[in-house]
């Protein structure tokens, strides 16, 4: 709806799809995430089933690549694959040497010929020892691309849709709290 820049693939993407007009959730990303996935501000996740865990029962394969930022972890409350910290502190380090993961179906484990999953952290080599070499929001970028790729609707998945919920940081201080905004009294 916004006026300032053409985005004709943006309007038609949201013209043959649903669109999400009405914001509920709020300034932390706990909450926003909690109104996307639960349709209200409680956090944590709790209750009924959320957004992901209805569209992975109903076939979709379902990824988050970014900040979690809820209670639990992503693959238990949904999600097929993800890459990404598990809260708001590990978000802020844009050079961080390790992000978590879960891959099912992605390691041979002691020569098996049956995948496995990887869940735990995976070591980002670059940057270890308090080196900057790569930069985490690009690294996530080439993963929602390799998701969308993997997973895109084809005869090979037997057109299975996919939903992806990519959570990426805002720009901020690798200080929590540094960059928050003052509350108005009344």
Same mark, same amino acid.
């Given at each position: 709806?916004?006026?300032?820049?053409?985005?004709?693939?943006?309007?038609?993407?949201?013209?043959?799809?649903?669109?999400? %007009?009405?914001?509920?959730?709020?300034?932390?990303?706990?909450? %926003? %995430?909690?109104?996307?996935?639960?349709?209200?501000?409680?956090?944590?996740? %709790?209750?009924?089933?959320?957004?992901?865990?209805?569209?992975?029962?109903?076939?979709?394969?379902?990824?988050?690549?970014?900040?979690?930022?809820?209670?639990?972890?992503?693959?238990?409350?949904? #999600?097929?694959? #993800?890459?990404?910290?598990?809260?708001?502190?590990?978000?802020?380090?844009?050079?961080?040497?390790?992000?978590?993961?879960?891959? $099912?179906?992605?390691?041979?484990?002691?020569?098996?010929?049956?995948?496995?999953? #990887?869940?735990?952290?995976?070591?980002?080599? $670059?940057?270890?020892?308090?080196?900057?070499?790569?930069?985490? $929001?690009?690294?996530?970028?080439?993963?929602?691309?390799?998701?969308?790729?993997?997973?895109?609707?084809?005869?090979?998945?037997?057109?299975?849709?996919?939903?992806?919920?990519?959570?990426?940081?805002?720009?901020?201080?690798?200080?929590?709290?540094?960059?928050?905004? $003052?509350?108005?009294?009344?």
């Amino acid at each position: 709806g916004q006026t300032n820049y053409a985005t004709p693939n943006l309007d038609r993407l949201a013209a043959g799809g649903i669109r999400f %007009t009405d914001y509920s959730g709020a300034g932390d990303s706990s909450q %926003t %995430t909690a109104a996307l996935l639960a349709g209200n501000n409680s956090v944590p996740l %709790t209750g009924e089933a959320n957004l992901a865990q209805r569209l992975q029962v109903a076939g979709y394969r379902t990824g988050l690549i970014g900040e979690w930022s809820q209670a639990g972890q992503p693959w238990k409350l949904g #999600f097929d694959d #993800f890459a990404g910290f598990l809260d708001d502190a590990e978000g802020r380090n844009y050079y961080a040497d390790y992000v978590w993961r879960y891959a $099912p179906r992605s390691i041979f484990k002691d020569g098996g010929a049956k995948p496995e999953a #990887f869940e735990g952290k995976e070591m980002i080599y $670059p940057n270890t020892g308090g080196k900057q070499k790569q930069f985490l $929001p690009d690294t996530f970028f080439t993963a929602m691309i390799n998701f969308v790729r993997v997973n895109q609707p084809d005869i090979a998945n037997h057109f299975r849709p996919f939903f992806l919920l990519a959570n990426l940081s805002a720009p901020r201080s690798a200080t929590p709290g540094a960059d928050d905004f $003052p509350v108005p009294s009344d």
